[in-house]
């Protein structure tokens, strides 16, 4: 490079101690992850797990197995992978040592404050978001921590260009930020419960803009960054393609963003942004395989070391796993085959596949190749290390198989239908629980046998870290000069990224605008272009120069980056917000909730009831021939948070108010086979004996009013009246059907909740919406 | 001719508008990418295999 022009040398020692850190850290998390997954795979089988306790319930612990396995064993992972690999690459030691303490101290805390506040039933009610406010804001700050001590350290660097690993980390922790955020806007009811600002479709689209990008910004991006460093070093030879790697990096964080919608299809979800969702999933194959195979070809010459070094053979299958898991994810995004594999088990293999396959294998191979450094030492035994690789391969592929057909069986008889398609060919939906129970048991047994790996991982760190001498790298470095900075203007201001956004806008006019707009565009497209190529060949060496200045200024291209997931962001989100709160209401307007009811739902959040029942009745034949017609964008617009759910473990509950009578509600939940035998839903005892929280509704309702839900004037007299009111018809009703329980019991505000759910109004643009009534 | 079709709703246009911007951002990339001189990237990628005093413990 021309500006490694060398002066002084000298000896750095990196700071490996939050690298320790953290390794533990994912290590001892990761384990009680897949230990709470390996539960509640138990209890999808054999509801007696359930043990008829609150906190041990699958809808509880469900959000815990999720929240662990990504923020605690894969977030640590990504941590100890990160700052390990920036130092060497950029040749200085981490910035801080009190942010590094803070950031890993930081982070163990918010892990336990979640694994305390999820099994409590204290959440948000939205997917990989459950975590109550005050943690979400703790996340936030700890986030800020480690951006300022990456960058500082990117600051103090000794290598002038950043390898594409570390873009890689920029892209993560710019977009994780803006994700996180964006998906947690919420006010406060008290110190431990909030509700979204967004609601219904907004809601729906902003969880999965920040869900999706959850899995690519935070499972993905950051272990690619760990994959073009640590193969290339496990394999002794550099990755197979640099500029393979840049094409990667930039269609990968460009596509991403834009995919969420595919969690969407066929749903209420305007169609636009259903198909926005597909085509961008199915463009992402290209980058995917692009950096798989980049990772893959990085073996060449050294595929014999497979059969010795477990370090590759987990890193391979980790990319294998990757190569499948991203192969597979398009290919659900077309919306027929979705239509099939979407509220199934399919979903659930294909998330598992990335998981264990990409993410546990990646750490593995990670955490094996570190452990003899950190502690100097050999690794205690290479054969338990194999053994794990055979274990934890074997255990993914029964747990995913037992997936593939358990989803397949499900999405076939959900949509099966008869008689010319007028009838459905399995009404009763118990059937396909039934059918599925035996696969149930045998993913279990998979989840076991990865844990099992796990563990023997944790024995092989521990015999080989016991006793051993501590070990931070050092390394001698020239120390360069100090090249003039390009800035954040010349980031910007340059003739490559001028150019480029002519193109893009002049390209966009010619398509949208009408008439002279258009023309007037056309012929701005060809000027640029003929401007563009004629100063492209005067001046290569100013392009040239640009970029790569762009490659050794860490804010100008950590601001490109910014951009181009804004963009995707932006695109999505601005005309959603506008649409739903617009006249484009399909006709219906969901009726807001009575206080009883929207005491009832917040309990329906707490127990996790959206981690079985989705609300959202699909615009397809089988899910309207099973559960009335299909979902309105309106009928959920004031549902903060929206509950359409992403999996049907039980049936869809969008229309399930007047169903059935108070009663079958209230044997249904004291004990579910009672009223649908064979059925795996726990027991809930407790919502028969705990009182309501009718104390907390005077705040929830002026909370609700401020986000847009129209709640007419009432006090707080008023609202408990009307509670009193409402739960005492419920329960005199239940009385004369043999049920006798008191009014203030949680019960019957869920009962009043359930059998509001599907109640919406008919309206014109005209009408003003109805206030709750009383 | 082209927004005849589609300006029905405009946020349809969004689909068309994303994908023209995506592919004019990657085939610059794409162009910027192949002028990359050889030494330059031969410097890039040989970064991580520059060793450190870890990787004479094992």
Known sequence: ?774 | MFHRILVEEWQRLLSAVSITLFFTVFIINLIRVRRIPRETVSHLENLPLENDDHDRTR
């Open chain 1, 1 to 774: 490079m021309s500006t490694e022009t060398t002066q002084t040398k000298t000896r750095i020692e990196y700071d490996d101690t939050p690298v320790r850190q953290f390794m533990i850290a994912s290590i001892f998390w990761g384990i009680i992850g897949m230990l709470v997954g390996v539960l509640v795979a138990t209890q999808l089988g054999v509801w007696q797990a359930n043990f008829k306790t609150s906190w041990l319930t699958f809808g509880r612990l469900r959000p815990l197995h999720t929240n662990a396995v990504i923020f605690a064993f894969v977030g640590n992972m990504m941590f100890a992978g990160v700052y390990y690999s920036t130092q060497r690459l950029v040749k200085a030691r981490i910035a801080s040592k009190l942010l590094s303490r803070i950031h890993f101290w930081g982070w163990q805390l918010i892990i336990v404050a979640a694994a305390i506040t999820l099994p409590l039933g204290l959440t948000r009610g939205k997917e990989y978001a459950e975590l109550i406010w005050p943690i979400n804001i703790a996340v936030a700050l700890i986030w800020v921590v480690f951006a300022v001590n990456f960058f500082w350290t990117l600051a103090r660097r000794n290598e002038p260009t950043l390898y594409v690993a570390i873009w890689f980390y920029i892209a993560t922790i710019i977009t994780v930020a803006m994700l996180y955020i964006v998906n947690h806007l919420s006010i406060p009811t008290s110190w431990t419960h909030s509700y979204p600002i967004f609601g219904g479709v907004q809601d729906a689209l902003v969880q999965w803009w920040y869900g999706h990008n959850a899995v690519a910004f935070f499972l993905t991006t950051p272990i690619l960054g760990i994959m073009y460093y640590f193969l290339p070093k496990a394999a002794e030879r550099p990755v197979y393609s640099y500029r393979l790697s840049i094409v990667h990096f930039w269609s990968l964080v460009f596509i991403y963003i834009w995919a969420g919608p595919h969690h969407l299809l066929n749903t209420s979800l305007p169609v636009w942004l259903q198909s926005l969702g597909m085509i961008f999933s199915l463009m992402l194959w290209a980058p995917s395989w692009g950096g798989m195979l980049n990772g893959l070809l990085t073996l060449r010459g050294a595929w014999h070391k497979l059969r010795t070094e477990p370090v590759l053979k987990f890193f391979v299958a980790a990319v294998t796993f990757y190569g499948m898991a991203t192969f597979e994810g398009p290919l659900m995004s077309i919306r027929s085959v979705n239509a099939l594999s979407h509220y199934t088990d399919w979903t659930i293999a294909h998330v598992h596949g990335g998981a264990l396959g990409w993410n546990g294998f990646m750490a593995a191979g990670m955490f094996y190749w570190l452990a003899p450094r950190l502690w100097k030492r050999p690794l205690h035994s290479t054969s338990a290390a194999n053994m794990h690789f055979w274990l934890g391969t074997v255990g993914i592929l029964i747990y995913m198989a037992s997936m593939y057909v358990s989803g397949i069986t499900q999405g076939l008889m959900l949509g099966a239908t008869k008689e010319g398609g007028t009838v459905l060919a399995y009404p009763n939906f118990i059937e396909v629980v039934t059918s599925t129970k035996m696969l149930m048991h045998i993913r279990a047994l998979g989840g076991l046998m990865y844990l099992v790996g796990f563990v023997m991982l944790a024995w092989n760190v521990w015999k080989t870290a016991r006793g051993a001498e501590i070990v931070n790298g050092s390394v001698e470095v020239y120390v360069p000069e100090k090249s003039a900075g390009m800035g954040l203007g010349g980031g910007f201001i340059n003739a490559p990224v001028i150019y480029t956004t002519l193109l893009i806008v002049f390209a966009a006019g010619w398509g949208a605008l009408p008439g002279a707009g258009s023309s007037f565009c056309i012929f701005g497209l060809i000027a640029t272009a003929a401007i563009m190529s004629m100063s492209f060949e005067f001046s290569k060496a100013g392009w040239n120069d640009w970029y790569e200045r762009l490659l050794a200024n860490a804010v100008p291209f950590t601001a490109l980056t910014a951009v181009s997931v804004f963009i995707g962001g932006l695109v999505q989100i601005i005309p959603t917000v506008m649409v739903n709160t617009g006249a484009s209401i399909e006709g219906m307007r969901q009726i807001p909730y009575t206080p009883l009811e929207l005491a009832g739902r917040d309990i329906y959040i707490r127990e996790g009831c959206y981690n079985c029942h989705s609300q959202q009745i699909r615009t397809l034949v089988g899910d309207v021939l099973r559960y009335g017609e299909y979902s309105k964008l309106g009928e959920s617009i004031y549902d903060h948070p929206y509950q359409w759910g992403s999996k049907r473990i039980g049936p869809d509950l969008a229309r399930e108010g007047g169903k059935y009578p108070h009663s079958w509600h209230f044997f249904h939940m004291r004990d579910p086979r009672q009223i649908s035998p064979g059925s795996t839903m726990p027991d809930y005892p407790w919502l028969f004996t705990d009182k309501t929280d009718t104390a907390a509704l005077p705040n929830k309702i002026a909370v609700q009013r401020k986000i847009g839900v129209p709640y007419g004037p009432m006090t707080d007299v008023e609202i408990q009246q009307a509670c009193d009111t409402q739960a005492a018809a419920i329960a005199a009703e239940l009385k004369t059907a043999g049920a006798e329980v008191p009014p203030e019991r949680e019960i019957v505000a869920l009962i009043s909740y359930l059998q509001k759910l599907g109640k919406a109004e008919k309206v014109t643009h005209a009408e003003t919406p109805k206030t709750a009534a009383n």
